[in-house]
């Protein structure tokens, strides 16, 4: 959204917009729109989910925004096509390079702008834009930022003219899918590590054998003591320190501040596996 905005007010011409299906955002609902087709609709450009649609369109770039599908032939022959990436390529090539920078603890990230080719965020940069990760934030703030980032970079290089794409430069690391299994929060590892889990999204644990996503964690030391998993309060103890819950979900419950739902489960002495 952030990028389809500052095109528009840019004073580019949006010839069309290719984004997702509409999909339902809970059980028996009616379909919704992507958040790029609201935007989009509202100003009267014309909307597909079909990206080879923009092939008879008259497009002359198209800029592509965490589209989510690999695109191939006859659209990447028919059209030229750039990429912003969440990242400075070649690190974290692929759909999570957001959550994989945090889960590495990476102090710094970036937004790159590069052309699209056949292979995943292989293509040559045109340019980049750094930024530090701030050591508590989380992979959605930080998505944010950089969609900001990148919008402004997109703009600043169109007026100018994209000039003279580099080839990237070092060994690939890649950055594939987060599975929630990697979203477990094992106990037996260090608080800091478990933190940066929390800061990817979607941590969860048990709590008296049902789901508990952890929403907001710091590291503390040191532990509460007792083995891994044991509470002191809302803090855990871990392998190395303690880890203090500050937000929490129940299964089928909306978020409360950890504090809050430790009253509630006040008998509880440890959480997991």
């Known amino acids: 959204v952030p990028a389809l905005a500052g ?5 580019h011409d949006v010839a069309a917009v290719v984004t997702r299906p509409d999909r339902r955002r809970g059980r028996g609902a009616a379909l919704s729109p992507s958040p790029v087709k609201q935007a989009a609709l509202a100003a009267g450009l014309p909307v597909t989910d079909r990206a080879d ?14 589209f989510g599908q690999i695109l191939r032939a006859p659209l990447l022959g028919g059209v030229p096509l750039v990429n912003l990436h969440f990242s400075l390529l070649p690190r974290w090539r692929g759909a999570a390079p957001v959550e994989r920078a945090i889960l590495a603890g990476d102090e710094e990230t970036g937004v790159c702008l590069m052309e699209v080719e056949a292979e995943l965020d292989s293509g040559p940069v045109y340019a980049q834009v750094r930024t530090a990760i701030g050591p508590e934030e ?6 944010r930022r950089l969609a900001v980032l990148g919008r402004d970079l997109l703009v600043t290089q169109l007026a100018g003219g994209l000039g003279e794409a580099r080839p990237q430069s070092g060994r690939p690391i890649y950055a594939p899918k987060i599975h929630p299994a990697e979203l477990h929060l094992d106990w037996e590892q260090p608080a800091e590590q478990l933190a940066r889990v ?7 644990t048990a709590a008296a054998g049902q789901r508990l996503l952890v929403l907001a964690a710091t590291p503390e030391h040191p532990s509460p003591g007792g083995p891994p998993g044991s509470l002191g309060g809302t803090l855990v103890s871990t392998g190395a320190g303690g880890l203090r819950l ?10 409360l501040d ?3 739902w430790r009253r509630g489960a006040r008998h509880l002495t440890a959480l997991g596996p």
Do not use: Y
């Open 198 to 204: 929390v800061r990817a999204g979607r941590a969860w």
């Open 7 to 11: 095109l528009l007010a840019a004073g």
């Open 53 to 66: 649609d923009v092939l008879g369109a008259g497009v002359e770039l198209g800029v592509v925004v965490a």
């Open 246 to 255: 500050r937000s929490v979900q129940p299964a089928g419950r909306a978020p």
């Open 258 to 260: 950890a504090e809050a």
């Open 138 to 143: 989380t992979a959605a703030h930080l998505r």
